[in-house]
């Protein structure tokens, strides 16, 4: 996914005084449905972060505390680098003999070649990678250079402590079916995402800011309007991206709401926002959805 969108949205009853269900302190990103006999609990994630983005915020780490199980968008403890690299190679690598110029056109590729310039991207290094590759790679640079790392991310943050803790890590899905999810856009979406990639270079740090503090408040609002709103301009990446995505995993959270342990949920930030956001979704199938706060 474009990092700039998915890196960014998302009581009482069992948890500790860190969490209130009342008026006091601020929402967060953070989302709590009941079953019968269990909890689920849905964190927005933001991919990447930085050293000075820390700690999270207490009410996090408490939820992770009453959760049994931890699902993610991968199974993050069981993931192998080097599959994971040669997965990459194959679906993200041009493999017929073209150039990314190639595949652009050559009235695409000099736009492209333009915004690379003034975000002091070397586009050339991208010679022979797809389109929705390039993008991904751009965006991973421009973060990067930032300061953000993805070894400080939400997902490895909790997984460093889910390790020693001995507590399972699941995968709603793999990485050859997200990197699949990508590879599969058509030709004029996978364009668009390198040259919004590019064209976001410049504002990215005040961007990145902005959004990183709507996470921590929990700020549904701003999250709409100004990470949604930008992933809806792009209607067949919103599609398969989010909005498909969302309805799967309601389907497979619905199933856990008949289970007997808690889980700890934690997806993109993206996909827990707007109508179609998850716990939207699971509002108009009957569940009653509470938005967690962090006490003051």
């Avoid at 849905?42 to 009410?59: E, F, K, Y």
């Avoid at 992933?231 to 497979?252: C, G, H, K, Y």
Wanted: net charge negative; hydrophobic share 45%.
């Amino acid at each position: 996914m474009r990092f700039r969108q998915l890196t960014i949205s998302m009581l009482f009853g069992a948890l500790s005084a860190g969490v209130a269900a009342d008026e006091g302190g601020h929402p967060l990103s953070l989302w709590q449905v009941d079953g019968l006999q269990n909890r689920v609990y849905l964190l927005g994630s933001i991919h990447m972060l930085r050293a000075q983005d820390h700690p999270l915020p207490a009410a996090i780490y408490d939820a992770y505390d009453d959760a049994e199980k931890l699902i993610m968008e991968l199974d993050m403890d069981d993931m192998n680098p080097v599959e994971s690299q040669a997965l990459s190679n194959e679906l993200g690598l041009i493999q017929d003999g073209r150039s990314l110029s190639d595949l652009m056109g050559d009235e695409l590729y000099a736009e492209a070649e333009q915004l690379a310039v003034a975000a002091q991207i070397p586009l050339a290094l991208l010679a022979n990678a797809e389109p929705w590759f390039a993008a991904m790679n751009v965006e991973i640079m421009l973060l990067m250079r930032m300061g953000f790392n993805p070894s400080l991310g939400v997902e490895s943050t909790l997984l460093e402590r889910a390790q020693p803790d001995r507590k399972e890590i699941l995968g709603f899905e793999t990485i050859r079916q997200q990197l699949e999810f990508l590879d599969g856009l058509s030709a004029e979406a996978q364009q668009e995402m390198l040259i919004q990639a590019l064209a976001d270079g410049a504002e990215m740090r005040e961007t990145m800011d902005g959004m990183i503090d709507a996470w921590r408040k929990g700020d549904v609002g701003y999250l709409e309007r100004n990470l949604l709103a930008d992933m809806q301009d792009f209607p067949e990446l919103n599609q398969t991206i989010v909005v498909d995505r969302n309805v799967s995993w309601t389907d497979a959270i619905e199933d856990l709401l008949d289970d007997e342990i808690d889980y700890l949920i934690v997806v993109g930030t993206l996909h827990l926002v707007g109508e179609d956001g998850v716990p939207n979704l699971l509002t108009r199938r009957g569940h009653d959805v509470i938005q967690l706060r962090q006490a003051n």
